[in-house]
């Protein structure tokens, strides 16, 4: 009996530490209105949202889904106390969104943003 409620402890704490793990928003899988990430008159707008929607894709794809869920809740544990919670959140909205450009770059679009 003693035995089990420092487990029982250690599960729920992994458990809802992992849950804070999914926090980060995608990017939007078609463009937004309003703020162009490209100049849409030099372009076929068509081939330019699939284009878009399949980088939008790449960049939303996530690593760490690959890892073990307590190794994944002790290493954001950890960001978070040594980075803040806000600006590692940013840092990855920013990651995610340097990708997606670098994806459109690579199909041979000149990025305005």
């Not at 420092?6 to 309003?34: F, K, Q």
């Not at 002790?74 to 920013?94: H, L, Q």
């Amino acid at each position: 009996m003693k035995r089990t409620c420092p487990l029982l402890a250690a599960v729920v704490l992994v458990t809802t530490l992992a849950a804070c793990t999914s926090l980060e928003p995608n990017v939007a899988m078609v463009p937004i209105t309003g703020y162009d990430l490209v100049d849409k008159s030099k372009i076929d707008t068509v081939i330019y949202d699939k284009d878009y929607a399949e980088c939008a894709a790449i960049a939303n794809q996530d690593i760490n889904s690959m890892s073990t869920t307590a190794s994944r809740a002790v290493g954001t544990a950890a960001e978070k106390v040594s980075m803040g919670i806000i600006g590692r959140k940013a840092a990855n909205d920013a990651d995610r969104m340097s990708v997606l450009k670098r994806c459109l770059t690579g199909r041979g679009y000149n990025i305005l943003r």
